[in-house]
């Protein structure tokens, strides 16, 4: 999908990574607070509910990372997106902590910490999961979701610094935003 990221998007000593079947399906959250179940949902959902069409890509800036995985979710609508995002937002601030699985490395606690986000877009949302213990002490993902009219823009950053999420998420936007023909406000 043309709206996506491209390698020529992003800085230099970045690689596409293949799409591994399965490469990271078996990685999940758990949560025994019901004030986390709809994050829970959210996280472990291959796609967002409501998502009528979905594309994504991954890129590697080396072995450490950063790791930058972006989605684009068409919603059907303008207000649909939106509604996405309030309830994204409202599932983030309700949650504190998680458990995060990964098979083969095992399972620690998470916090849950909603950070700023780039000022892109409409409702941007911005969440920080940081392992806080176990065998993933020290695991930090930060995920940027924005609405540009009727799609929602996913960008997940792992091992990344805030130089790393505000680009990706600034660029994949005005990408978007440009390819998709959206205002600059995404509405």
């Known amino acids: ?51 009528k069409a979905s594309a994504g890509q991954s890129y590697s800036g080396g072995a450490q990372g950063p790791f930058v995985d972006e989605t684009i979710d068409a919603m059907g609508t303008p207000a649909a997106a939106r509604a996405l995002q309030k309830s994204f ?45 176990g065998p993933l002490e020290g695991f930090e993902v930060t995920m940027v979701t924005v609405a540009v009219d009727d799609v929602i823009v996913a960008v997940t950053v792992i091992n990344g610094l805030p130089d790393d999420i505000d680009g990706a998420t600034t660029t994949a936007v005005e990408k978007a935003q440009a390819t998709l023909g959206a205002s600059r406000s995404g509405t």
């Open 89 to 133: 937002k409202q599932a983030v601030t309700t949650c504190r902590t998680m458990t995060l699985k990964v098979p083969g490395e095992g399972s620690s606690p998470i916090s849950v910490r909603e950070v700023s986000a780039p000022a892109v877009g409409t409702d941007p949302v911005a969440v920080r999961f940081t392992a806080t213990g």
């Open 1 to 51: 999908m043309k709206a996506l990221l491209a390698l020529a998007d992003l800085p230099p000593g970045f690689s596409l990574e293949k799409d591994d079947a399965g490469d990271d399906s078996d990685v999940s959250v758990s949560s025994k607070d019901s004030r986390c179940a709809k994050l829970v949902a959210f996280t472990n959902a291959d796609n967002p509910p409501g998502s």
